[in-house]
């Protein structure tokens, strides 16, 4: 499919997955795409930052988790932004957690993020940085430039801005459709089709 | 200045002066005339536009709700950073914060995290993974990871990792133990107690019983509100008995500070009227005031002498900033008043504050328009009633560079712009719009809406446009290569856009396009433009045919702008605060026909008789709208 003769910018999988080939994924292996997820140039995805302690219950089981990073459907990685698991110590030596993504979440260009968890519909702006074992719940707006700081808990349907973060608004009840990824979806990849209007 | 996007605000009808009083609606029932038209740079007006998204719609009215005019109940509380939920029984005993171990940084407000200082150390040596787990002994302390704040810089270490709020409210700054306050109130019963056994001898000598060391330490507020209250308390009940004797001093006594008429007025607001006596009003009599800490005395502290030698050692980098002082909870039982906290050594850990979630009504049939559901962690809607699903949204793009916006609009250049109206709800719906010729304001700017009246269709089934979408796209895609073609061939904007004709239209939207000819920020020009405009505008009026309305609206306007123009007394001002912004007030009435719904529907916009059942109705819905199209450029 990708060894098509005029290669495209993008490498689309069967899940529907649009990977840009200036992309920078690490470790491969340890990154979970749901599908339809859009991932722009010079993107970089840190998977081999993995667990090197495994959790006391997962380690008698089945190989344990290696996944460093997982995202879900409909997500937009837009161009220079940077996915990188939270590290911290746990049990008293220093280890990587993975980050786990919902769906219809959007970063913007040149955000660097750090957290733990971040749940659906979440619309993170352009130079954000959010903080190492951050959480963002679901419906969560962060506007430009702002710092996240560590270990932050983002409640669902905050607005969130500054440095350091603080929750500035509401997500009005009117706002939720605003955040949904799917038409955002068809307008890149090697077919671009334009933007309904 | 930044570039302004365009924007589209829809103003609430709550604040619609005809609908406050009826009286000046009914002197100019017709459509809106020039002194009604909506000026989006009224004071007032600040208060009543929002974007489509914060609008929620009453189905029972008919009528648009904004968050300033719903009325809002609580559903549950829960603390933004542990997202537990906090039963409304803890909040009236426990307050309005969260009494987990969830602080923010009095510093930075970053979120504060607990850790050990034990085994900091121990993990700079990397030790092996497969090592014990280090254990979590030792003081705890809650440590910002954003601005490296910790409690041990105000003294404060805690014995367990959990239940910090507990542990916190045990401690001053420094470490020294607090009292709380179920001790605090233990030790003013064993005093009232003791007081009252002193009672009887010498109510007057109270320094006799004391004795405890109480004088060093000063009270905490609530042992003085305790202790002033009964001492006054006492006082009254003496002046009650003794009666009679002072009866020619009631006059006086009745307005001072110290006669028990005031105070017990006074008492009864704080303690809840309990104390009030009606009996009580009759007596007078002056009484004396506290004269010692058991009394409720407290003298203040205007030493300043050791904040000076404080600000000395440690400079002005010592002192809080005013919104640290301000997000600074107030603690129970110690004085929180205006520069207690001055230096950064006093600041304490902030709890979170709890947040909401809460369910809004309608203002008027009070019927619920949104309601969430109760658990925290769900984020789904029981009731969602948004004004976005009932009212068509209004996109506005610039007609020959859709992609990129021009930073600035180019004053007295004629712009088009295309405003797409897509249409939610599943019949049909005709729109009337309707717009001033020249923006309120001092500048005014030319605004020529192409097409007035347009009919979109019903928003009908995604599948049924995905099965349409075959032969439906093409035509779409074909006409746009066209529009394409023609703008690369470098076509003028105005052949294209013909006057009262749609510019696309799709499935459940109608594009249309608006011509405006900013107008100039030069304050000389000022008075020019004001009286050579009215030629201008008799050339729109040709162009707007179709419509009979907009002709009266816009002769009625035209005269009076003739008459304000006559007059001339021009404002010249220097340009204020968003003046060089283009904002577009729209009158944008919609009809559709709907399915009946049944007899409840007699008031709000129904115009029909909602008799017959299985009749169409037909339904109106008009509303003021701003079009925000850009700053203009000051030249």
Redesign the interface.
């Known amino acids: 499919m990708s060894r098509r003769p005029p290669r495209g910018e993008y490498i689309e999988t069967d899940t529907g997955n649009k990977v840009a080939r200036k992309a920078t994924l690490v470790g491969t292996q340890n990154i979970i795409l749901g599908g339809k997820t859009v991932i722009q140039p010079e993107v970089m995805i840190r998977g081999d930052l993995i667990r ?2 495994q959790a006391q219950s997962s380690s008698g089981g089945a190989p344990a988790s290696n996944t460093a990073v997982a995202i879900g459907r409909y997500c937009f990685l837009s161009r220079g932004c940077c996915l990188r698991p939270p590290g911290r ?1 746990y ?5 990587y957690m993975p980050l786990r993504i919902g769906d219809h979440v959007f970063v913007g260009p040149g955000s660097v993020v750090q957290a733990a968890f971040i749940g659906n519909h979440v619309h993170i702006g352009s130079k954000v940085a959010v ?2 074992s951050a959480i963002i ?3 969560v707006r962060i506007l430009d430039g702002s ?1 996240v ?10 607005v969130v801005a500054g440095q ?1 973060a ?2 500035i608004g509401e997500v ?4 939720h ?2 955040f949904e990824l799917r038409d955002l979806y068809k307008t890149v990849g090697n077919n671009p089709q ?1 933007a309904p ?1 | 200045m930044a570039p302004l996007s365009p924007y589209t605000y829809i103003q609430c009808p709550c604040s619609d002066p005809g609908n406050l009083s009826s009286a000046t609606r009914s002197s100019n029932p017709s459509s809106p005339a020039d002194e009604d038209c909506f000026d989006p740079r009224a004071p007032r007006s600040n208060y009543s536009l929002y974007p ?5 719609f009453c189905d029972d009215c008919h009528q648009i709700r904004c ?1 300033r005019c719903v009325a809002e109940e609580i559903v549950a509380y ?1 603390c ?4 537990f939920e906090v039963p409304s029984s803890n909040l009236k005993s426990e307050g309005n914060r969260c009494t987990r171990s969830c602080f923010q940084c009095p510093v ?4 504060l ?1 607990v850790s050990s200082l034990e ?1 900091q150390p ?2 700079n040596l ?4 497969d ?1 014990a ?2 254990p979590h002994t030792g003081p705890y302390i809650l440590s ?4 490296n704040w910790s409690s041990t810089e105000i003294g404060i270490t805690f014995d367990k990792p959990n239940n910090i709020h507990a542990q916190l409210a045990k401690q001053r700054n420094g470490g020294t133990t607090r009292l709380t306050a179920k001790e605090r109130k233990d030790r003013r019963k064993d005093m009232a107690q003791s007081g009252l056994r002193s009672q009887s001898p010498t109510p007057a000598s109270p320094a006799a019983t004391s004795g405890t060391g109480q004088t060093q330490e000063p009270l905490d507020l609530e042992t003085q509100f305790t202790n002033l209250k009964t001492f006054y308390q006492r006082q009254l009940a003496e002046s009650n008995s003794s009666h009679g004797s002072s009866m020619d001093l009631s006059s006086l006594g009745d307005l001072g500070f110290a006669s028990p008429n005031s105070l017990s007025r006074i008492m009864s607001i704080y303690t809840g009227g309990g104390l009030h006596d009606k009996k009580a009003k009759a007596r007078a009599g002056v009484m004396r005031e506290a004269l010692s800490p058991d009394e409720g005395l407290q003298l203040s502290d205007l030493d300043e002498s050791p904040a000076i030698a404080h600000l000395h050692t440690h400079g002005h980098a010592g002192t809080i900033t005013t919104e640290q002082r301000l997000a600074q909870p107030p603690n129970l039982g110690e004085p929180h008043l205006h520069g207690a906290t001055r230096f950064e050594s006093t600041l304490r850990p902030i709890p979170y504050l709890l ?1 909401t979630k809460r369910s ?1 009504r309608c203002p008027i049939c009070r019927h619920i328009i ?1 309601k969430p559901e109760a658990k925290v ?1 769900t ?1 789904r ?1 029981r009731i ?1 009633l ?3 699903s009932y009212i068509p949204s209004i ?1 506005i ?1 610039p007609l020959n560079n859709p992609a990129a916006l021009p930073e600035t609009l180019e004053p007295l250049k004629p712009v088009q712009y295309v405003l ?1 109206f897509k249409n939610p709800i599943f019949d049909p719906v005709k729109i009337t719009l309707a717009s001033p010729s020249k923006t309120p304001g001092r500048f005014g700017s030319k605004v020529t809406v192409l097409c007035p009246q347009f009919e979109i269709d019903a928003n009908t089934d995604v599948w049924d446009e995905a099965l349409k979408d075959g032969g439906d796209a093409s035509g779409t895609s074909r006409k ?1 290569q066209q529009q394409q073609q023609q703008q690369r061939r470098g076509d003028d904007g105005g052949q294209q856009a013909e006057a009262g004709k749609i510019w696309e239209r ?1 499935r459940n ?1 109608v ?1 249309i396009v608006v011509e405006v000819v900013p107008a100039s920020l030069r304050l000389d020009r000022l008075a020019t433009t004001t009286t050579g405009k009215g030629q201008d505008e008799r050339e729109t009026k040709e162009v707007r045919d179709d419509d009979d309305e907009e002709e009266e609206e816009e002769e009625e306007e035209e005269e009076q702008e003739d008459r304000k123009g006559k007059k001339a007394i021009v404002d010249t001002s220097p340009l204020k605060e968003d003046e060089d912004v283009l904002e577009i007030p729209m009158f944008v009435r919609i009809e559709w026909e709907a399915d009946s719904v049944g007899d409840d529907m007699l008031g709000g916009g129904s115009s029909a008789p909602a008799r017959d059942k299985d009749v169409k109705e037909k339904r109106e819905l008009a509303y003021w709208c701003v079009l925000g199209l850009g700053r203009v450029r000051q030249d």
């Open positions: 090197s302690v110590l049990k008293g030596a220093f280890t903080g190492e719940k679901d419906y710092v700081p560590p270990n932050m808990v983002i409640p669902s349907f905050s350091p603080r929750v009005p009840e009117g706002g459709e605003a334009p209007s | 489509l998204e914060y609008l929620l968050p829960y933004p950073s542990c997202l930075c407000i970053g979120p995290s085994t121990e993990s990397l030790s092996a993974p090592n787990p280090a910002c990871s954003y601005c947040r809004k949104s962690q984020t809607f969602r948004v004004a976005g996109t793009k797409t746009r799709g939207w594009s």
